[in-house]
């Protein structure tokens, strides 16, 4: 009796490590690397959606995925959706680091490119997109990006670089780095430069007491972006594909609080806000720069029919004149973004048009109020666009 009890009472506790032992879920190392997908999407129109993930990445903002979306808007779609030729979506080219791929099992310090683009179409049968990059006036690495035949007035969203770069190619340098983007055809005996760029690369020293080189990080700065806006229109899916106003902008740190007030002739109209980082969680010194893309449900182009739309069924277009948003970050006024619409509903201002912007938004400049952020408020001058800085644009 006594040898059946312990029997039993052995296979109790055999069951009980058995429902431990499979409750228990396994815990990951995050690698700090960007795995580019091999998958290949069909070409795109112009609307892309508004991607803004809070992933970590080892590196700077924006992110490959995090769109500096081209959402189509009043005035420069015709001459996107009618050139002959393929162009580079300025706006679209978002460089950063990654670690680089080990070599014999062995990871070596530095860091190696990522690039995201958007090439507006048409892009005939038979190209092929690549990038190069030089560091010191030296080649440096050079790879194929995933290229597919698209029509006029669609575009090709394309990110490369990172995992597809080979062993043993990463390097420790911090400095300019320049880059330039091909498109060739060897059916049309073809070699395009798209798009040439120098972006400023950065290292951050490891901690005291850490081997230097093992524990530093590199990064791309992009405080050049800080006094860049946009304005454009957009569909929004959860609202029935209604057309919305979009007003978007960039912030440093990791993602705060906000919310973006919609102002017209001084009156009030509109008001959007989306969840982040608290004012004790926020760290806006860190190198990180995030599109912050402000949907400002219920504006129309025209006011829409009586029964139809969403509050505040606000046209532009019957009413022109100046508007402002302000924006909040963790309760602070920390932007202010000014626009003026003419009697026709447009509010373009000629900008993207003189700088060849290659998308649908107009560009507004962003006064950066308060210090909450540290940037470079100088970087706009020559640093924009990878040193294709704007003409005719002047920062608040």
């Known amino acids: 009796m006594h040898r059946a009890n312990r029997s039993g009472s052995i296979f109790l506790v055999w069951v009980l490590?058995?429902?431990?032992?499979?409750?228990?879920?396994?815990?990951?190392?995050?690698?700090?690397?960007?795995?580019?997908?091999?998958?290949?999407?069909k070409p795109q129109p112009p609307a892309t959606e508004n991607a803004d993930s809070d992933d970590e990445t080892p590196t700077s903002q924006p992110k490959p995925g995090?769109?500096?979306?081209?959402?189509?808007?009043?005035?420069a779609s015709s001459e996107i959706a009618n050139q002959d030729h393929p162009t580079i979506a300025r706006d679209s080219v978002v460089l950063i680091t990654t670690k680089g791929q080990p070599a014999a099992g062995y990871?070596?310090?530095?860091?190696?490119?990522?690039?995201?683009?958007?090439?507006?179409?048409?892009?005939?049968?038979?190209?092929?997109?690549?990038?190069?990059?030089?560091?010191?006036?030296?080649?440096?690495?050079?790879?194929?990006?995933?290229?597919q035949e698209t029509p006029r007035g669609h575009s090709w969203q394309v990110t490369c670089g990172g995992d597809e770069i080979p062993a043993g190619k990463q390097v420790t340098y911090a400095g300019p780095v320049n880059f330039v983007i091909h498109l060739r055809n060897e059916l049309q005996g073809t070699n395009t430069t798209l798009f040439s760029g120098k972006a400023k690369v950065v290292m951050v020293p490891g901690?005291?007491?850490?081997?230097?080189?093992?524990?530093?990080?590199?990064?791309v700065d992009d405080d050049w972006r800080m006094p860049i806006g946009y304005a454009f229109w957009g569909k929004d899916s959860g609202h029935q594909d209604a057309t919305t106003l979009h007003v978007g902008f960039f912030v440093r740190g990791d993602t705060p609080e906000l919310e973006a007030h919609l102002f017209y002739?001084?009156?009030?109209?509109?008001?959007?806000?989306?969840?982040?980082?608290?004012?004790?969680?926020?760290?806006?010194?860190?190198?990180?720069?995030?599109?912050?893309?402000?949907?400002?449900?219920?504006?129309?182009?025209?006011?829409?029919?009586?029964?139809?739309?969403?509050?505040?069924?606000?046209?532009?277009?019957?009413?022109?004149?100046?508007?402002?948003?302000?924006?909040?970050?963790?309760?602070?006024?920390?932007?202010?973004?000014?626009?003026t619409v003419k009697p026709d509903g447009s509010f373009d201002n000629g900008l993207a048009a003189v700088n060849n912007l290659g998308s649908d938004r107009v560009i507004l400049p962003v006064q950066v109020i308060g210090n909450q952020e540290?940037?470079?408020?100088?970087?706009?001058?020559?640093?924009?666009?990878?040193?294709?800085?704007?003409?005719?644009?002047?920062?608040?």
């Open 17 to 41: 490590c058995s429902i431990a032992l499979l409750s228990v879920q396994p815990t990951w190392a995050q690698i700090p690397k960007i795995k580019i997908s091999k998958l290949k999407s």
């Open 265 to 339: 002739q001084g009156k009030e109209i509109a008001k959007y806000a989306s969840a982040g980082n608290g004012a004790a969680d926020w760290h806006p010194a860190k190198q990180q720069w995030g599109f912050e893309d402000c949907s400002f449900l219920g504006l129309y182009p025209p006011t829409p029919p009586e029964d139809e739309g969403y509050d505040p069924r606000f046209g532009l277009r019957e009413h022109p004149g100046d508007y402002e948003v302000k924006v909040l970050l963790v309760g602070h006024l920390a932007r202010s973004i000014k626009f």
């Open 107 to 147: 990871e070596a310090p530095g860091w190696v490119p990522v690039i995201e683009y958007r090439v507006n179409g048409p892009i005939e049968s038979g190209s092929h997109l690549s990038v190069d990059f030089a560091l010191a006036g030296k080649p440096w690495v050079s790879f194929s990006c995933a290229t």
């Open 374 to 396: 540290p940037w470079d408020k100088t970087a706009w001058k020559t640093q924009a666009f990878y040193e294709n800085p704007l003409s005719g644009f002047t920062a608040p």
């Open 207 to 219: 901690p005291k007491g850490a081997m230097q080189m093992a524990s530093a990080q590199w990064y």
């Open 66 to 75: 995090n769109r500096l979306a081209a959402i189509t808007a009043t005035s």
